[in-house]
């Protein structure tokens, strides 16, 4: 569940507090270990660029994570911004009324 009164961490900024300055690595040391340049790392940090499934593999092998995690701090950013920038279009979406299926209607007389 995305918050609702803030938007989520970029990944730049969890990659650079959290990774880069505790263990003392520069953007020039995190791009060759990567295998990427230092402007695409300098980018994400500084959150013009966005984690891409190749980058999200490469930190993931680099620092013991998943690339779920890195993916999910992408994704959680970008539908944020999605939300708030169609926030009055998306308002304007009626929802459908649906009919209950046989599953939901079996586990009500369970």
Not at 27 to 52: H, M, P
Not at 73 to 78: G, I, K, M, N, P
Not at 88 to 93: G, P
Request: aromatic content about 6%; glycine content about 6%; charged content about 30%.
């Amino acid at each position: 569940m995305l918050p609702k009164n803030r938007r989520p961490t970029p990944p730049g900024e969890i990659l650079k507090y959290e990774f880069i300055e505790p263990l003392g690595l520069t953007q020039q040391q995190l791009a060759e270990r990567l295998g990427i340049t230092r402007v695409r790392v300098n980018e994400i940090i500084s959150g013009k660029r966005a984690i891409t499934p190749d980058t999200a593999i490469r930190l993931s092998r680099l620092f013991h994570t998943t690339v779920e995690f890195w993916m999910g701090l992408q994704t959680d950013v970008e539908l944020w911004n999605a939300m708030k920038a169609g926030e009055s279009e998306y308002r304007k979406i009626i929802p459908l009324k649906t009919k209950k299926t046989n599953r939901e209607i079996s586990n009500e007389t369970e």
